[in-house]
């Protein structure tokens, strides 16, 4: 149920013409708040550093680099 109420939400707020962005963080915000609690936002935090400690995320910044390394020569 939370689900549909999710995507229901979703596009309401696209189709209102709010950016992606804002829309997707809030729902997110809205809905964390509402199934999990405040202790929710401990949960999304401590998984989102686990998942930063990561080497493939090192690719993505190394690639970046060599883009720009390669366009000034």
């Given at each position: 149920?939370?689900?549909?109420?999710?995507?229901?939400?979703?596009?309401?707020?696209?189709?209102?013409?709010l950016?992606?962005?804002?829309?997707?963080?809030?729902?997110?915000?809205?809905?964390?708040?509402?199934?999990?609690?405040?202790?929710?936002?401990?949960?999304?935090?401590?998984?989102?550093?686990?998942?930063?400690?990561?080497?493939?995320?090192?690719?993505?910044?190394?690639?970046?680099?060599?883009?720009?390394?390669?366009?000034?020569?």
């Open positions: 149920m939370a689900t549909f109420l999710m995507f229901f939400s979703l596009l309401v707020f696209l189709s209102a013409g950016e992606v962005v804002f829309v997707l963080g809030g729902i997110t915000v809205i809905f964390t708040l509402l199934l999990w609690g405040p202790s929710g936002f401990n949960i999304i935090v401590a998984r989102t550093f686990a998942s930063m400690q990561g080497f493939v995320l090192l690719a993505i910044g190394l690639f970046v680099l060599m883009a720009k390394v390669l366009a000034k020569a």
